[in-house]
């Protein structure tokens, strides 16, 4: 069962910087803040209790990751469902709240090398479609990436590798495109040879 | 129509580090050339010695520029020094390094501090540092060409510390033993004066330090060959070593062209490398 991005219990907070605190809003330095309750759902509560047993007693920070990827990961079963109804509007829509999730897991990054690097990809997917929406191939290959890293949060980097393939496989570009033109640059200026 | 003869053999290239780097580090049309003349081949032919050059040129690069952002913290220090080493000209238009602060700037969903840029982009650069390494062996038809000296070692992320290493950017020798292309170099010491005499008017330090490796091989041959010496052989090694019935695929045309042609083999760019199904022999002569 997955936990609806809408039954995430908010608590509107004028303050900012806490470390519980997500903003979903874009570019909004005003924005109304969203405090994910310690109470988690059930769902995520079955996760940490099998991270636990694998990790020890999980910290906060671990349970507010897994509630934003529950939320995620419902987010983006609804874009497909809708997606396969050929409700593309509603489809975008669900893809830009996990867009706007992205933001917060990023936040959360220190939870681990691997989870970085996964979350950046994933940012770095939907930055390059600047705008465009998602084909249904890749709605799975968002999903089947966010799932990949609700069960392994704690990856490595190299472990993180195969997980971002799955969203080169179905056409996503989740590298930064000014990257190619910094290494052109330096080849031009002979700091790189090749 | 019959067709030409030509056509009926499999098409061979040979692939130098340019086709190599472009196939995996860049995510522009400069990459997407690459790969898809990658494909216009039957047979593609990767010797080790591009892996070696591919190591310590192009991804050597991307783990310094990941190890500078992990010790700035800072996406911005990062960027600023970086127009530092790259000296750009004054009236260049538009640089890498602002496509990159636009992306910054339009692009996230939220507004980012330097620190979490810094932390994007570095988390992109290992991913693309070890995604890239990882598919070395895998753009190619065959790999050939195997240095015994020298290993492919993988990059890695220290945990301590994050920072990524890079070792074995070169061959290792050890005592008087002398690199592993040494004897069939020597082999062929008519060939060095003929790649000597096609580099002339090149210059620059790769031009100045490959002439100076040529010049001992052709002068004075009892000298053992450094590991150094080998890497300073660049672009000519494709020339020496690429098959006759193949052609050196390269971006680098310019220093490619003049070095094959001395040993009477090709050099073609991957503008020229058509797909297969489009003419009937599959790579063009410039």
Redesign the interface.
């Known amino acids: 069962m997955t936990t609806p991005a809408s039954q995430i219990e908010v608590v509107q907070s004028t303050t900012t910087g806490a470390s519980n605190q997500t903003?979903l809003?874009?570019?909004a330095?005003d924005a109304i803040t969203l405090e994910v309750k310690s109470t988690y759902s059930e769902e995520v509560q079955d996760l940490l209790d099998d991270l636990k047993y694998i990790y020890g007693q999980p910290s906060e920070r671990l349970g507010q990751v897994l509630t934003l990827l529950s939320s995620a990961i419902a987010a983006s079963k609804e874009a497909i469902e809708f997606e396969k109804k050929g409700e593309n509007i509603r489809a975008d829509e669900k893809m830009l709240y996990v867009?706007?999730l992205?933001?917060d897991l990023?936040?959360q990054?220190s939870i681990g090398?691997g989870f970085?690097?996964v979350v950046?990809?994933l940012?770095?997917a939907?930055?390059n479609k600047e705008g465009m929406p998602f084909d249904g191939p890749q709605l799975f290959a968002v999903l089947r990436t966010l799932n990949s890293i609700r069960t392994a949060p704690f990856c490595?980097?190299?472990a993180?590798?195969p997980i971002?393939?799955v969203l080169e496989d179905a056409g996503l570009?989740?590298?930064?495109?000014?990257?190619?033109?910094?290494?052109?640059?330096?080849?031009e200026?002979?700091?790189?040879?090749? | 129509m019959p067709r030409k003869q030509e056509s009926l053999s499999p098409s061979k290239a040979y692939i130098d580090?340019?086709i190599l780097?472009d196939a995996l580090?860049?995510?522009?049309p400069?990459?997407d050339k690459a790969r898809s003349a990658l494909k216009a081949f039957d047979a593609t032919i990767l010797p080790v010695y591009a892996i070696k050059?591919?190591k310590s040129?192009?991804l050597d690069?991307?783990i310094y520029?990941h190890n500078k952002l992990l010790s700035t913290k800072s996406l911005s220090q990062t960027l600023r020094a970086?127009g530092t080493?790259?000296?750009?000209q004054k009236n260049r238009p538009r640089?890498?390094?602002d496509?990159?602060a636009d992306?910054m700037a339009s692009?996230?969903?939220?507004?980012?501090t330097d620190e979490?840029q810094a932390?994007?982009?570095r988390?992109?650069?290992?991913?693309?540092i070890?995604?890239a390494w990882?598919k070395r062996r895998k753009v190619t038809t065959a790999v050939s060409d195997e240095l015994s000296c020298y290993s492919e070692t993988d990059p890695k992320?220290e945990i301590r510390t994050?920072r990524f290493s890079n070792p074995g950017k070169i061959c290792k020798l050890y005592g008087p033993n002398e690199c592993c292309l040494a004897s069939s170099l020597k082999s062929r010491l008519g060939d060095m004066p003929k790649l000597i005499d096609a580099m002339k008017g090149q210059t620059?330090?790769?031009h100045t330090r490959r002439r100076e490796v040529l010049h001992k091989l052709a002068n004075t041959p009892k000298k053992p060959m450094s590991a150094f010496d080998c890497a300073r052989l660049?672009d000519a090694y494709f020339a020496l070593y690429a098959p006759s019935d193949s052609k050196i695929l390269t971006t680098?045309l310019r220093d490619h062209i003049p070095l094959a042609t001395a040993l009477g083999k090709t050099a073609i760019g991957p503008d020229s490398a058509r797909p297969r199904s489009e003419s009937g022999e599959s790579a063009r002569q410039p």
């Open positions: 903003d809003r874009p570019h330095s867009q706007a992205l933001g990023f936040a990054r090398d970085s690097v950046g990809a940012t770095f939907f930055v490595s980097t190299e993180a590798i971002t393939e570009c989740v590298d930064p495109a000014p990257l190619s033109d910094l290494l052109e640059d330096a080849q200026a002979g700091i790189v040879e090749s | 580090t340019t780097t580090l860049k995510k522009n400069q990459g050059e591919f040129g192009p690069y991307f520029l970086l080493l790259l000296s750009y640089t890498a390094i496509a990159i992306l692009g996230p969903p939220r507004k980012m979490e932390d994007l982009f988390g992109a650069l290992a991913r693309l070890l995604a990882s992320i994050g620059g330090r790769e660049g680098n």
